[in-house]
Nanobody, 126 residues
Framework: VQLQASGGGLVQPGGSLRLSCAAS????????MGWYRRAPGNQRELVAE???????NYGDSVNGRFTISRDSAKKTVYLQMNSLKPEDTAVYYC?????????????????????WGKGTQVTVKG
């Protein structure tokens, strides 16, 4: 699977950005898919994700400001980021965990692995 992220950039505090991440490959399904970020000097942290049950999880620092959505048919997730703050400045990474493929009988086989896209830089600066 390849994860192609787009939509980062420079925005002023209070502004908005929308990130997209599309998964490509012969994929049956993906158990969890979402976004992480790493700011300089910090560890990578969860931003938002869809769980295997279809629910969403958000990092505490973005809850209420960011919204994750998806187009399952396109195997794409989106991250709408509103009310951006300078502390949201980071490299944002798309993540897909446990990608499932069909075997010759159509049975899904899941790899149980983490897959990462190349990061996209988000800079919030006045």
């Amino acid at each position: 699977v390849q994860l192609q992220a787009s939509g980062g950039g420079l925005v002023q505090p209070g502004g908005s950005l929308r990130l997209s991440c599309a998964a490509s490959g012969t994929i049956f399904s993906i158990k969890t898919m979402g976004w992480y970020r790493r700011a300089p000097g910090n560890q990578r942290e969860l931003v938002a994700e869809f769980t295997s049950g279809g629910s969403t999880n958000y990092g505490d620092s973005v809850n209420g400001r960011f919204t994750i959505s998806r187009d399952s048919a396109k195997k794409t997730v989106y991250l709408q980021m509103n009310s951006l703050k300078p502390e949201d400045t980071a490299v944002y990474y798309c993540n897909a965990n446990s990608v499932c493929y069909s075997d010759t009988y159509g049975t899904p086989i899941c790899d149980g692995e983490d897959h990462w896209g190349k990061g996209t830089q988000v800079t919030v600066k006045g």
